[in-house]
C-alpha cells in the first residue's frame, strides 16, 4: 500500500511539469499580443511595448516559464496581469467555492447513487426499471442545459431558489444551501446516473456469486448479506469509477460555475482564458492538477482499505 | 466409427446473427434510424432546411412552435428548425473529428500494448496513467484560446480522451491473448500479425465499439459546451451550444426557446448510448462461451413443454421408504426458464438418506443432480422452480415451505459446502469473521463464545493452526485449507444433513482424499448424513455407503455401493463402471456409443434405450418407472435381468 | 542395433515466473530432463504446482525458457527464434484440456481446421476442403460440421474437433494437456481410444500430460512423476505404477480412489498414513531440500539439509529419494480387473466400443 502511494507522489511531480509548461507554451502563442487584450483597442505603440516590458513579455517563452518556475519553488505563483493581484490569493479565494461544489456533489451522488443502485439491484421489478429509466436521462441532459431548465422553473417561475451567486457559510446557512442546491444538481445529474447504473451492475453481479449463495446456504440473513457483505465487495468497482468522476466534475464546474455565476476556480478558468491573463491560468491549471492528483491518491487509498488482495499478499 | 451428430439443431451463429440480434431490441433499431436520418439531414441542411438560418425576420420574434416555423423563431425572428440543422452541421462534424482522432491514436496503442506487453506496455501505461490526471477542460479552453477554429481542438480532445479506449481495448487483448485458441493459434504457426488480425481484433471492436458510443456522446456535449461559452463558431453562424446561450439571455421572456438546441443533444446522447448498450448486449451473448453452453442445453425444442408441469410420478411404494429417513425426497421435478418458456431439468427424483448416512448422488454433466441437492435448500437459479413432488425432512415439508421456514433450515439443520472453496468465501472479509457470523446468526452466542467456537471448529476441520487461519483472507488460502474452512462454516449451526456438492472435484487428488477422511470421521463425530453429489465412482466407492444414479434428470438406480459395483440393476450404471480407466485391459477402453440426450430432446419411453446393449422393443413404448430390484435397490431398468454379471457371488 | 534417436530431448529445462515485489521469482520448472522416443507415449503427472503444463507450455514456445535445452530431431527449441518456431510448429501441435476455450467461438469449424493448412501446406482451396472434410470424419464427426460454429457442440464433440486441428498437418508429435480431464467419463473413453486408434495409425509421439493416475496407465509408455517443478521418479509405466519407489508417488497412487468399495476400504490405512501435513503450506521452499519432506511420512534429517538427486532404483525406474531402497513394501492396490464380460467389451471386429449382444458369463 505504502509503495502506490509513493508511486503517486512521485508521478505527481513530472505531471505538474508537464501540465504547467504545456499550458504556459499554448498560451504565449495565443494571437494578439497580451498587452492588446489589457490596453483595448486604445494603447499607442509605446504603452505596448511599456506594458510588455512590465510583464516580463518581451523575454523569450523558455525564460518566462523558467521564471515563473522559479517563482513557484519559491512560494509565489506571480501576479495577475489584469488587476497585479497575488494569483495565490486570487486561487485561494476561489478555491473554498469550487471544493464546496465538488465534495456536495460527490457527497449526494455517492449516497443517493449507491442507495437507488442497491435498490434497483434489489428490487428489479417496476422500481428496477423506473431506475434505469431516470438514469438515462440524467446521463443524457447536458449539465449546464439541466442548470439552465432549473433555474427557469425554480428561480424564475417559482422564484424560491436563488439564480446565481454564492453566499458564504459564515454569512447565512440558509441562503448558503439555497445557492448551492440547483447547482449542485445540475453537476450531480450525469455522475448520479453513471454511479446507480454501476451499483447497480456490481450488486447485481455479486448477488449471483458463490460465495453469498454459501452465505445464504449458511443461515445467514438477507438483510446482512445484502447491506454488509454484497455492498462491501460491489464498493470496490463503484469506488474506482467515483474517484474517475470526481476527476470529470472538476471540468464540470468550469461550465456550471459560469451558468450560475458561482465565484469559484471554474469560472475563474473560463474567464481568465478570454482575457488572456497568463499567471492566472497557469495557477489554475496548477491547482486543478494539484487537487486531481489528490483524489487519485484519495481513491486509491479507499480501494487499498476495500480490496483485502492488493492490502494483504 | 459412428459418426456423432452435433447435438443442437442446425442454428447458426453467423455474421447476420448480431443483425437479428440488434432487430430484436426495439429501442436500439430506433435509435440507430434516428441518428441516420439526424446526420442525413444535417449533412444535407442546405437542401433539407426549410429556411436560410440567418435570415432575421423581426415581426415574427420569439413565436412558438408554429406551421410556417416548426421549432418556433428565436429572438431575433430566425427559424429554430433550419438553426438546428445548420448547427448540427457543426456539431456532428467535429465530434466525428474527435472521433477519428480517438479511434486512431487509440486502438493501435491498445492492441499493441496489450498483445506485446513487456516495457512498451509499461510504457504505455504510464502516459495514459499521466494523461488521465490532466484536467481535460484546462487544456480544451486554452486550445480553444490559441488556435483558430475548431479541427486543433477537436483533435486535442481526440488525444487526451484516449486513455480510456486504450484501456478498454489493451484490457480485452489482454483477456482474448490469455485464451487457449490463441494460444493454439501460436502453436500452428500464425505469425503475430495474424494472430491480432484473425483472433483478436475480431474479439477487440465491439468493446471498442461501445467506448467510442460514449465518447462521440461526450464530444458532442463538449462541443456545446464550447459553444454555450462562445469558443466555437462567430456569430451569426449556428451552434447548439451558441443557441443554447442566445436562449438563457431570454429565458424569462421565451422560456420555449431552451427546448429545441438542448433536446436534441439530448436526444443524440441517448441514442448513442442505446446503440452503445445494445452493442454491448450483443457481443456479450457472442463471446462467452459458458454463456453458449448454458444456451445449448436450453434451447432444444418444447417438446417437454406440455409435461413439463410435473414429470412422470412414480407408482406409490416404487420406492421402498425408510422409517427412519431423515430426508425422504418423492417425485420432485424441477424446471428452468429458457427460450421457449420452462424446461424441464429434473424428472421425477425420488430417494431416502438415513439419519448419519452417506448417500451419493453420481452422473455425468447435465443429469441434474447438483440441481436436485441445491433445490433442497431452496437455492435454485432465478427463475427456476420445483414443479413438483416432495421432500420430507425431518417431518417437515421443504417443497412449498414458506421462504421464512426455509431460511430457518439452511445452516440450522441443513448445511452447503460447494464446488470452489475459494469462490464460496466472501473476499472482503476474513475467515474467522465469516464463520463467528455465521455461528452466531445460528445459535444465540455472545462475541467470545463465538470466537471460541469458531476456533474449536477450525480444529475439528483439522486446520494446523486456527488462530492463524482465522485471521487471513480466502485469497491467502490453498484449495484444501479453504474447503476445510467451508466445512467449519457448514457445520457452524450443528447441521443433521450436509450436502456437499462436488466439494473435491476442483481439488488435488492426495488433498481430496484428506477431506474424504475429514467428511468421513466427521460423519461418525457427529451423526450427521452426507448427501454426496460426483461425478467419479473412485470418490462413490470411497465414501458413500448408498448411492443413486442419475442419467437425464431422472434417478435409474439406486443402492449399496457394494451390490452397486458388483451387479448393476442398470445399463447406464454398467456402462460407466466399464468405461472407468481403472479397470482398462490392454486395448481400447470400452465405451459408450452416442451422447446424453440434453433436457428438451429427452427420448419418450426409456431415455438410455438409443444407447443400451441390451434394448427391446418395449423400453421405447412409454415412460418407465423406478421399480424395486432385489435387496431393497431400486432401477428403472425393466430388464435389469439381461445385464451382464460377474459370476462372483450375486446373493450375498 | 542401435538404439533410435529420441524425437524430443529435454535437458535441465529450467522456467522461472516473476512474482510480486518481496517474493523471489517463483521455479515453476526445476532442472526438468526426459525423452520422448518415437512412436511412444510419454506421460507427465503430477498435481497443480507441479509445472507439468508448464513444460508443455515451454516445448511449445508458449512461455519462455530460463535455461536448459529442448531438443527435436536435432533442432532446438528452447526460446527459438520465428524461423525456427516455424518449423516446429510443423511437427509438434497441442490439444488443451478445455474445450470451450480452445475453439474461437466466432469462427466455423471449417475455418479453425483450414488454418494450420493455410500456414504449412501448399494447397488449393478445394484440396483443403477435401482435407478438412477427410479429418472431420476421420474423428468421428460428419462433415458437415464444417459450416458449423462451435457452439452446436458438445464437450467431446469440441474435443474431438480440437484433435482434428492438432492432427490435420500430420504433426510427429502432439501435446495434450490434460485432454479428458474436462470430459464425463463416457466421453472420456471415446476420445482416448480415439487418440490411441491416431496413434496406431500414423505412428505419432504423445506427450500426455494429467493428474489422473488411473488414466496415465492406461495410455502411457513412460511415465514422469513430478512434484513442484521437480522429478521424482521416471520409468516405464509398470515400473513407476507397479512398484512406486518415490514416497509422493506412492501418495498420488494411494489418494487416487478406485471404483470398487471393498477394495478402497483395504487401501484407506494406506492412504491416510502416505501424506502427513505438518508445516502451514505457504513456507518458502528450500532448495537445499527436498520438496517433498514438509510432507513425508518417512521424512529423516537428511531429507531437509541435501536434496535427492535422480538416480536409477531397486525398480530400475529413475527416483529421486535418499531412502528409496529401506522404504517398506507397499502392496499397491490398484482394483482387480473386471472378471466376466459385458456388453460394452470392445468387439475385435467392428472397431472400438460398438454394442454387441451379450453372451452370457465367461
Known amino acids: 500500500m505504502r509503495r502506490m502511494i509513493l508511486r503517486r507522489l512521485l508521478q505527481a511531480v513530472p505531471l505538474l511539469l508537464i501540465v504547467s509548461s504545456f499550458t504556459f507554451v499554448l498560451v504565449s502563442l495565443i494571437p494578439g499580443s497580451v498587452a492588446t487584450a489589457l490596453l483595448g483597442d486604445t494603447g499607442t505603440p509605446a504603452e505596448i511595448v511599456a506594458i510588455q516590458r512590465q510583464l516580463g513579455l518581451n523575454r523569450p517563452v523558455y525564460v518566462q516559464y523558467w521564471h515563473w518556475l522559479d517563482g513557484v519553488l519559491h512560494g509565489s505563483l506571480g501576479s495577475s496581469f489584469q488587476n497585479h493581484q497575488s494569483v495565490a490569493s486570487i486561487l485561494n479565494a476561489r478555491i473554498g467555492v469550487t471544493l464546496t461544489l465538488v465534495i456536495a456533489t460527490v457527497i449526494v451522488v455517492a449516497i443517493v447513487g449507491v442507495s437507488l443502485g442497491v435498490l434497483a439491484a434489489v428490487r428489479p421489478g417496476v422500481i428496477g426499471r423506473s431506475v434505469d429509466s431516470l438514469s438515462w436521462l440524467g446521463l443524457a441532459i447536458p449539465n449546464f442545459w439541466l442548470g439552465l431548465l432549473l433555474v427557469a422553473f425554480f428561480s424564475i417561475f417559482l422564484s424560491v431558489l436563488p439564480s446565481e451567486g454564492f453566499v458564504a457559510f459564515s454569512t447565512s446557512p440558509l441562503r448558503w444551501l439555497e445557492s448551492l442546491v440547483l447547482p449542485v444538481i445540475a453537476l450531480a445529474a450525469g455522475p448520479l446516473a453513471i454511479v446507480v447504473k454501476q451499483t447497480r451492475d456490481a450488486m447485481v453481479s455479486v448477488l449471483e456469486s458463490e460465495f453469498v449463495r454459501t452465505l445464504r446456504a449458511s443461515g445467514l440473513g438477507e438483510r446482512s448479506i445484502v447491506l454488509k457483505h454484497a455492498l462491501r465487495n460491489a464498493a470496490v468497482p463503484v469506488v474506482t469509477v467515483l474517484g474517475v468522476l470526481f476527476a470529470q466534475l472538476l471540468s464540470g464546474t468550469v461550465i456550471v460555475e459560469t451558468v450560475f455565476v458561482l465565484p469559484g476556480l471554474g469560472s475563474l478558468a473560463a474567464s481568465s482564458v478570454s482575457a488572456h491573463d497568463l499567471p492566472v491560468i497557469e495557477g489554475v491549471a496548477v491547482y486543478f492538477t494539484l487537487i486531481v492528483i489528490a483524489i487519485n491518491l484519495l481513491t486509491d487509498t479507499v480501494y487499498g482499505w476495500l480490496n483485502p488482495k492488493v492490502r494483504v499478499t | ?652 | 542395433m542401435s538404439v533410435p534417436e529420441p524425437l524430443l530431448v529435454v535437458r535441465e529445462l529450467t522456467v522461472t515466473f516473476r512474482q510480486r515485489h518481496p517474493e523471489p521469482a517463483l521455479r515453476a520448472v526445476d532442472s526438468v530432463s526426459f525423452e520422448i522416443p518415437e512412436g511412444k507415449t510419454v506421460a507427465l503427472v503430477g498435481e497443480s504446482g507441479s509445472g507439468k503444463s508448464t513444460i508443455g507450455n515451454a516445448i511449445l514456445g508458449l512461455v519462455p525458457i530460463r535455461s536448459g535445452s529442448v531438443v527435436f530431431r536435432g533442432h532446438e527449441a528452447a526460446n527459438a527464434t520465428r524461423v525456427d518456431r516455424g518449423f516446429l510448429s510443423k511437427h509438434v501441435q497441442v490439444i488443451f484440456q478445455d474445450p470451450y476455450g480452445s475453439l474461437n467461438p466466432a469462427r466455423t469449424i471449417g475455418q479453425i481446421l483450414v488454418e494450420p493448412l493455410m500456414v504449412h501446406r501448399k494447397m488449393s482451396r478445394s484440396d483443403m476442403k477435401s482435407a478438412v472434410a477427410e479429418m472431420l470424419t476421420g474423428v468421428g464427426l460428419e462433415a458437415g460440421a464444417a459450416q458449423r460454429y462451435p457452439a452446436n457442440f458438445s464437450g467431446g464433440q469440441r474435443q474431438r474437433i480440437a484433435v482434428a486441428r492438432a492432427m490435420i498437418i500430420a504433426p510427429d508429435l502432439v501435446i495434450c494437456d490434460e485432454p479428458v480431464s474436462s470430459l464425463d467419463l463416457s466421453v472420456q473413453a471415446q476420445i482416448l481410444n480415439l487418440l490411441s486408434d491416431l496413434q496406431r495409425a500414423h505412428g505419432l509421439s504423445y506427450l500426455f500430460i494429467s493428474h489422473d493416475i488411473a488414466v496415465v496407465r492406461h495410455v502411457a509408455d513412460r511415465v514422469v512423476v513430478l512434484y513442484r517443478g521437480q522429478v521424482v521418479e521416471a520409468g516405464s509405466v509398470r515400473e513407476v505404477s507397479g512398484s512406486p519407489r518415490h514416497p509422493y508417488t506412492r501418495a498420488l497412487i494411494a489418494a487416487a480412489p478406485v471404483p470398487d468399495p471393498g477394495v478402497q476400504r483395504a487401501r484407506g490405512v494406506a492412504r491416510r498414513h502416505a501424506v502427513v501435513e505438518r508445516e502451514v503450506p505457504d513456507a518458502r521452499p528450500n532448495r537445499e531440500a527436498c520438496a517433498f519432506a514438509p510432507r513425508c511420512p518417512y521424512v529423516v534429517d537428511r531429507c531437509r539439509r541435501e536434496k535427492p538427486n535422480l538416480r536409477v532404483g531397486s525398480s530400475g525406474a529413475l527416483v529421486a529419494c535418499h531412502l528409496e531402497e529401506q522404504l517398506p513394501e507397499v502392496a499397491v492396490l490398484f482394483g482387480r480387473p473386471r472378471d466376466g464380460g459385458n456388453a460394452f467389451d470392445q468387439d475385435p471386429e467392428s472397431g472400438d466400443g460398438q454394442l454387441v449382444r451379450p453372451s452370457g458369463p465367461r
Not at chain 2, 406440455?306 to 412422470?312: D, K, L, S
Open chain 2, 1 to 652: 466409427m459412428s459418426a456423432v451428430a452435433p447435438v443442437v439443431g442446425v442454428h447458426r451463429v453467423s455474421w447476420t446473427a448480431p443483425v437479428r440480434e440488434l432487430l430484436r431490441r426495439p429501442l436500439a433499431c430506433g435509435a440507430l434510424v434516428y441518428l441516420v436520418c439526424l446526420v442525413a439531414a444535417c449533412s444535407a441542411a442546405p437542401l433539407v432546411a426549410p429556411a436560410n438560418p440567418n435570415y432575421e425576420n423581426l415581426l415574427d420574434v420569439s413565436s412558438g412552435p408554429s406551421l410556417a416555423h416548426l421549432l418556433g423563431t428565436d429572438d431575433l425572428g430566425r427559424d429554430v428548425l433550419s438553426r438546428i440543422l445548420f448547427g448540427g452541421r457543426i456539431t456532428l462534424l467535429d465530434a466525428a473529428e474527435a472521433v477519428i482522432v480517438f479511434v486512431v491514436v487509440g486502438v493501435p496503442l491498445g492492441l499493441v500494448a496489450g498483445y506485446l506487453g513487456g516495457r512498451l506496455d509499461r510504457l504505455v501505461m504510464s502516459v495514459t496513467d499521466i494523461v488521465l490526471s490532466i484536467p481535460v477542460i484546462i487544456v480544451l479552453l486554452v486550445v480553444a484560446a490559441v488556435f483558430q477554429g475548431d479541427l486543433p481542438l477537436m483533435v486535442s480532445l481526440g488525444i487526451v480522451a484516449s486513455p480510456s479506449i486504450i484501456r478498454v481495448v489493451r484490457a480485452t487483448t489482454l483477456s482474448v491473448r490469455t485464451e487457449l485458441y490463441v494460444k493454439a493459434a501460436e502453436v500452428i504457426g500464425l505469425s503475430r500479425l495474424q494472430v491480432l488480425r484473425r483472433h483478436i481484433l475480431p474479439q477487440v471492436l465491439a468493446p471498442a465499439l461501445v467506448q467510442v458510443s460514449v465518447f462521440a456522446a461526450a464530444a458532442i456535449v463538449l462541443e456545446a459546451v464550447l459553444g454555450y461559452l462562445g469558443l466555437d463558431v462567430a456569430p451569426p453562424a449556428p451552434s447548439w451550444g451558441s443557441m443554447i446561450a442566445e436562449a438563457a439571455t431570454v429565458i424569462d421572456q421565451q422560456p420555449w426557446l431552451m427546448i429545441p438546441s438542448g433536446c436534441v443533444i439530448a436526444l443524440t446522447v441517448i441514442a448513442l448510448g442505446l446503440v452503445g448498450d445494445a452493442v454491448r448486449d450483443i457481443n456479450i451473448n457472442r463471446r462467452s462461451p459458458t454463456v453458449l453452453r448454458a444456451r445449448s442445453i436450453g434451447s432444444g425444442s418444447s417438446q417437454n413443454g406440455a409435461r413439463a408441469a410435473e414429470g412422470t410420478p412414480n407408482p406409490e411404494g416404487s420406492v421402498p421408504s425408510g422409517a427412519e429417513a431423515l430426508l425422504s425426497v418423492r417425485d420432485l421435478s424441477i424446471v428452468l426458464p429458457n427460450a421457449g418458456g420452462e424446461l424441464l431439468i429434473v424428472d421425477a427424483a425420488s430417494f431416502d438418506i438415513g439419519r448419519g448416512e452417506s448417500l451419493g448422488i453420481v452422473g455425468e454433466s447435465g443429469c441434474g443432480k447438483t440441481i436436485t441437492a441445491r433445490a433442497l435448500l431452496g437455492l435454485l437459479p432465478p427463475g427456476g422452480r420445483i414443479a413438483g413432488g416432495s421432500a420430507m425432512f425431518d417431518g417437515e415439508q421443504l417443497v412449498g415451505a414458506r421462504k421464512q421456514s426455509r431460511v430457518q433450515l439452511r445452516g440450522k439443520a441443513i448445511g452447503l459446502i460447494s464446488q470452489e472453496p475459494m469462490a464460496a468465501l466472501d473476499p472482503a472479509f476474513t475467515v474467522g469473521y465469516q464463520l463467528r457470523e455465521v455461528i452466531r446468526a445460528n445459535r444465540k452466542l455472545g462475541r467470545r463464545a463465538a470466537r471460541t467456537e469458531s476456533l474449536d471448529l477450525l480444529e475439528q476441520v483439522r486446520l494446523p493452526n486456527p488462530v492463524l487461519v482465522a485471521g487471513r483472507y480466502p485469497h491467502q488460502l490453498s484449495g484444501g485449507m479453504a474447503q476445510r474452512a467451508c466445512i467449519a462454516l457448514a457445520l457452524a449451526g450443528r447441521p443433521k444433513l450436509l450436502i456437499a456438492d462436488e466439494p473435491t472435484t476442483a481439488l488435488d487428488v492426495t488433498v481430496q482424499a484428506e477431506i474424504l477422511d475429514l467428511l468421513t470421521s466427521l460423519r461418525h463425530d457427529t451423526g450427521m448424513a452426507i448427501l454426496f453429489v460426483t461425478h467419479d465412482w473412485g470418490v462413490v466407492a470411497d465414501f458413500c455407503e448408498r448411492t443413486a444414479v442419475m442419467y437425464a434428470g431422472q434417478v435409474v438406480e439406486i443402492g449399496g455401493v457394494d451390490e452397486m459395483f458388483r451387479l448393476p440393476l442398470h445399463p447406464y450404471t454398467e456402462g460407466l463402471l466399464a468405461a472407468n480407466p481403472h479397470f482398462a485391459g490392454e486395448g481400447p477402453l470400452p465405451s459408450i456409443p452416442g451422447t446424453v440426450p440434453p433436457p428438451g430432446a429427452w427420448p419418450s419411453g426409456c431415455r438410455f434405450a438409443p444407447r443400451c446393449p441390451y434394448v427391446t422393443v418395449d423400453c421405447k413404448i412409454s415412460a418407465i418407472a423406478l421399480r424395486p430390484g432385489t435387496e431393497g435397490r431400486v432401477t428403472r431398468c425393466l430388464h435389469p435381468e439381461r445385464i451382464g454379471g460377474r459370476t462372483t457371488d450375486v446373493s450375498s
